[in-house]
């Protein structure tokens, strides 16, 4: 893994969350982004060399709603920077890590993604992410 991609905070209302983060940042968010296929749509703000992502839920059944409805709002992920998802996942599955989604899936930000189960790392899940060259 490279880096920590960004961190991820499940949000009941992006607009009010968006101007609570624009305050704490002294920032605006840089973008939005509805990933349909997630029922998520998500907000990306930067602080510093750091991103931060919104996600709140856009059908009821989505798993930012789910993980709201049994935690609350709150952080929900974080994600790592990887050159090669296939290969990392390979080598997390070997390790003996359970992953979410074997073939990763587009997600938000122009990046292919895959989770690892939070069961298998210490009640935290793990976002892969690669960056999808255009």
């Avoid at 880096?3 to 920032?27: Q, T, Y």
């Avoid at 952080?75 to 390979?90: G, K, L, P, R, T």
């Avoid at 073939?103 to 999808?132: M, R, W, Y």
């Amino acid at each position: 893994m490279d880096k920590i991609e960004h961190i991820g905070i499940a949000v009941k209302d992006l607009e009010i969350s968006n101007a609570l983060f624009a305050s704490l940042f002294g920032v605006a968010h840089y973008k939005i982004e509805e990933v349909i296929s997630e029922g998520v749509k998500t907000s990306f703000f930067k602080a510093g060399p750091n991103k931060i992502e919104l996600l709140e839920a856009t059908n009821p059944e989505s798993p930012i709603a789910k993980f709201i409805e049994k935690k609350g709002e709150g952080v929900h992920h974080i994600a790592f920077a990887v050159s090669d998802i296939i290969s990392e996942i390979a080598r997390l599955k070997k390790e003996g890590f359970v992953i979410l989604n074997e073939t990763p899936k587009k997600g938000a930000d122009n990046k292919l993604v895959a989770f690892i189960h939070p069961k298998s790392s210490n009640g935290v899940l793990i976002e892969l992410c690669q960056e999808i060259d255009n």
